[in-house]
């Protein structure tokens, strides 16, 4: 397999699973270095987990825990990222949640929980990273952001009503950036996973539910982080090096299915 990410320095938010520990492990195996970001205690376990498969695969982890809604977050990633490594060639802004919920009885604080989380965190983090980025001189100069934003960013979900504004907003986010950095050599793209299996979803994804869901996907499954992961790589790689702004969709054909 081609190493797309030889060397690259890659920190991911939300790595300790689902998309985000897939995505850590696929960039190891393309020859990535990590940072890899998880909320705290609670993930921790999972987390470390991930390191010891990044560095089964001969490469090298640090872990950075901390609230990504919170600005210090992001800054303390950064500060490790730079400690331990140099510099930072990729950012993979994957952290999110997304707590099912009723709209008329929607409590204000599960709201702004969600967009704090998902698209503050994704705001503050890409902040950071490009003003390293931004620094950075010679064969470093520049790099690389890619986003998860989601399928939700151009259909409703009617128990999403607090999540999928969250999610058009991180891909108008790097579509902005990818203006606004331009001139410093990053790239800004997003990845619009389609239905994906990861424990966020588990719970809502079984009984009848789930066959009808299948059907229409034409390839006939729903998604694994895997499927993500990879074209997450891509688009970080140099192989897309004259892609910004873009959005890709990887969703089995549902968008398509939908219209």
């Known amino acids: 397999m ?37 909320l705290g205690k609670e993930t921790e376990r ?36 730079v400690k331990a490594y140099g510099r930072v060639n990729v950012l993979v802004s994957n952290a999110g949640i997304c707590p099912f919920h009723t709209f008329l009885d929607m409590p204000d604080d599960l709201f702004l929980k969600t967009q704090q989380v998902n698209f503050h965190g994704s705001f503050f983090i890409t902040r950071a990273i490009a003003n ?9 100069r520049g790099g690389a952001i890619v ?6 960013a ?18 108008s986010l790097m579509e902005s950036t990818s203006l606004a950095l331009a001139p410093h050599g990053i790239r800004c793209n997003s990845i619009l996973p389609g239905t994906i299996e990861t424990p966020i979803n588990e719970d809502d994804l079984q009984g009848p539910k789930r066959k009808m869901m299948e059907e229409r996907i034409p390839l006939g ?3 694994r982080p895997e499927d993500i992961a990879e074209p997450v790589c891509f688009m ?8 910004t702004g873009a959005s890709l969709l990887v969703d089995g054909g549902a968008a398509v299915s939908l219209q």
């Not at 797309?4 to 270095?33: C, E, F, W, Y």
């Open 46 to 81: 999972d987390v470390m987990k991930v390191r010891e498969a990044v560095e089964a695969a001969g490469r090298r982890a640090i872990t950075v825990a901390g609230d990504i809604s919170q600005r210090r977050t992001s800054a303390s990633i950064v500060e490790e990222a």
């Open 147 to 152: 986003a998860i934003s989601s399928i939700s």
């Open 132 to 140: 390293q980025m931004a620094k950075q001189e010679g064969e470093h």
């Open 221 to 223: 499954r729903f998604g």
């Open 236 to 243: 970080a790689s140099d192989m897309a090096k004259y892609i």
């Open 154 to 171: 151009f259909f409703g979900g009617i128990q999403q009503t607090h999540y999928t504004p969250t999610k058009a907003a991180i891909k």
């Open 2 to 38: 081609a190493k797309l990410l030889a060397n690259k320095i890659v920190v991911i938010t939300g790595s300790s699973q689902g998309i985000g520990r897939a995505t850590a492990i696929a960039a190891a195996n393309h020859g990535a270095d990590l940072v890899l970001h998880h």
